[in-house]
């Protein structure tokens, strides 16, 4: 068989994070933690896709995640999905889905907000998670929403 | 409801609700009980808000309960700096139950989840106020006869006016129909109306004030702020298009009612006071026997 030329190196073992937004791929890692980990990463942007036309992926050496970890980039990158590698090869494929809600990696939107002004850890409420332009985050604490266009991570 | 914090009124659904306000009802027949003489409540006032808290203190004194604690952040540790969290462990440690009021929004709900004793939220900021609100509910309820139905005004800064918001929403449980009175600078905010629109009820808005009142069971005033307004010019063009006047409840159905959560400024002309169609000042009596009963709910006595 003949296989088609990579333009990010295939792993060994670990996860490979695919059908990225171009502009989302360094907002994920940093989601997840990716940046301050030891675990080897490629990453590639602006990559031509059949289904989207253009983008990004990232893979990572020795690392699965959980579901719940993997949901966590659904509000930057609604359609992507992880592929668990071993061996090169691929042993299971999921699709992130948009989590109820959310912790610690998105700021509230509200400067006055307690987690804003002393050591709190955010949490939100995800409204509208099946509409996607409509989605929105409400604080746990100070009830404002944000709007998914203005999400801030922190 | 036994040891569960108060935060926001959307905490409570309508049973929850109609037990406390009932409770409160008793409270009004017979106000003074010591039902709470073994109890040692704590009063924090990290900013100050003299009527608030004098209606707290008084519906704890009613009960005989004992009072610890500060009406202003400027007398307690905050000022060395102290976590909230902190002060909310300590404190827990010293009474059986924490009213609170702070000016930071969401943090009576952190206060709720970091203390081992029930919280009563008596303002965070610009976002609950859950007691006035309940005994916005009472005064409703009690001139009406009922809460369900009803033709209901709200007058004045619907935009910054928390009092406003959480009756609008309080009031999408019992088939209410809103009729929004105010500056175009000042108009309710869509994350409010989102609520009205969810349970399909109709709300109307206008600008003018006088055509507004025959047609509603009652009408809930609210003070404009000149800080408010970008343009002071604009200010004091609307500044008396909302004062309400006696000759302007003349028209008024028969069980209408004012109602305002108060202060007043100059949004309520004085001649209407007189009028037995004034309820603000009983409304603010109602807040004693309201917090009386969500206290004694709260600690299970």
């Not at chain 1, 088609?4 to 890692?29: C, M, R």
């Not at chain 2, 009802?25 to 003489?37: A, H, I, R, S």
């Amino acid at each position: 068989m003949e296989r088609k030329e990579l333009k990010v190196s295939a792993i060994k073992n670990g996860t490979v994070i695919d059908h990225l937004p171009s502009d989302s791929v360094f907002q994920v890692i940093r989601i997840l933690s990716l940046d301050n980990s030891d675990h080897p990463l490629y990453s590639g942007i602006n990559l031509e896709s059949k289904k989207y036309g253009n983008k990004g992926i990232i893979k990572v050496e020795n690392r699965f995640f959980e579901a719940e970890e993997v949901n966590k980039i659904a509000l930057v990158a609604p359609h992507a999905s992880m592929i668990e590698i071993k061996d090169f090869e691929v042993i299971r494929k999921t699709q992130v889905e948009i989590p109820d809600s959310i912790a610690k990696v998105v700021k509230c939107i509200n400067p006055k907000c307690i987690t804003n002004n002393q050591d709190v850890p955010t949490r939100f409420v995800v409204m509208n998670k099946d509409m996607e332009d409509e989605l929105k985050l409400r604080c746990h604490y100070c009830e404002k929403t944000t709007a998914r266009e203005n999400i801030v991570f922190k | 409801m036994k040891h569960k914090s108060l935060i926001s009124i959307n905490d409570y659904n309508k049973e929850e609700l109609f037990q406390i306000l009932d409770r409160a009802e008793d409270f009004e027949k017979n106000p003074t009980q010591p039902l709470l003489k073994d109890y040692v409540i704590a009063s924090l006032f990290f900013e100050p808000s003299t009527r608030t808290r004098l209606s707290f203190e008084s519906a704890i004194n009613r009960l005989s309960g004992k009072i610890v604690g500060f009406t202003d952040a400027a007398s307690s540790s905050v000022k060395k700096g102290e976590s909230l969290k902190d002060t909310i462990m300590t404190v827990s440690n010293y009474s059986d139950l924490i009213v609170m009021r702070h000016p930071i929004d969401g943090s009576a709900r952190w206060a709720s989840e970091v203390a081992s004793v029930p919280i009563i939220n008596a303002g965070d900021g610009a976002n609950q106020h859950p007691t006035q609100c309940l005994l916005d509910l009472y005064s409703i309820r009690k001139t009406q006869g009922t809460l369900d139905n009803l033709n209901l005004a709200f007058v004045g800064d619907l935009k910054y006016g928390r009092t406003v918001h959480s009756l609008v929403i309080a009031m999408t449980m019992f088939n209410a129909t809103f009729h929004l009175v105010s500056p175009t600078e000042l108009k309710l905010p869509s994350a409010v109306k989102r609520y009205i629109k969810e349970k399909k009820l109709n709300y109307y808005q206008y600008t003018d004030l006088k055509e507004v009142i025959p047609k509603v069971d009652a009408c809930y005033m609210t003070r404009i702020q000149r800080e408010r307004f970008a343009d002071p010019m604009e200010y004091e063009r609307v500044k008396n298009s909302y004062v309400l006047t006696r000759d302007m409840i003349e028209e008024s159905k028969d069980n209408f009612k004012v109602l305002h959560p108060l202060p007043r400024v100059n949004e309520i002309s004085e001649d209407v006071d007189t009028s037995p169609k004034a309820y603000y000042f009983q409304q603010a009596l109602n807040g004693i026997y309201v917090r009386e009963a969500l206290l004694t709910t709260i600690l299970g006595v």
